[in-house]
């Protein structure tokens, strides 16, 4: 007789593919989001940098002078950046310098909508197993 956890483990293996597509749409959704608010909040003046904000998708490479560099998006995630080889001071703007304001809109986008997102996670976890 099969003990209650192995039961369990045979239940998620099987259930392992739909758990990850879930976990992948619900990561693509937020994704995107976050950058559609991101571009929005980011201060306008000639608009590059409100550009530079883009998705990546898994198995893909973010724009080389992104914060990081160009890396190789691993399987199964989705990668938010700002900045490309044209516009390298998304920083600047954030957190400000000697001869500027800081301007935020990259870490208050992300405070004002994380609880969402695990929210919607969780939610598309939760439909996956079921």
């Known amino acids: 007789m099969a003990s209650m956890s192995d039961q369990f483990r045979a239940f998620l293996e099987a259930k392992?593919?739909?758990?990850?597509?879930?976990?992948?749409?619900?990561?693509?959704?937020?994704?995107?989001?976050?950058?559609?608010?991101?571009?929005?909040?980011?201060?306008?003046?000639?608009?590059?940098?409100?550009?530079?904000?883009?998705?990546?998708?898994?198995?893909?490479?973010?724009?080389?002078?992104?914060?990081?560099?160009?890396?190789?998006?691993?399987?199964?995630?989705?990668?938010?950046?700002?900045g490309d080889t044209k516009t390298r001071y998304g920083h600047i703007v954030e957190h400000g310098s000697k001869k500027m304001r800081a301007r935020p809109f990259w870490w208050n986008t992300y405070r004002t909508l994380r609880a969402k997102f695990r929210r919607r996670h969780k939610a598309a976890l939760r439909r996956a197993v079921k």
């Open 16 to 82: 392992e593919p739909v758990i990850l597509e879930g976990a992948l749409k619900s990561q693509e959704a937020n994704a995107k989001e976050f950058a559609r608010e991101a571009r929005r909040k980011v201060p306008r003046r000639s608009g590059d940098l409100r550009k530079s904000i883009v998705v990546t998708g898994p198995g893909q490479r973010t724009p080389a002078y992104s914060r990081g560099g160009a890396k190789t998006v691993p399987a199964n995630t989705y990668v938010v950046t700002a």
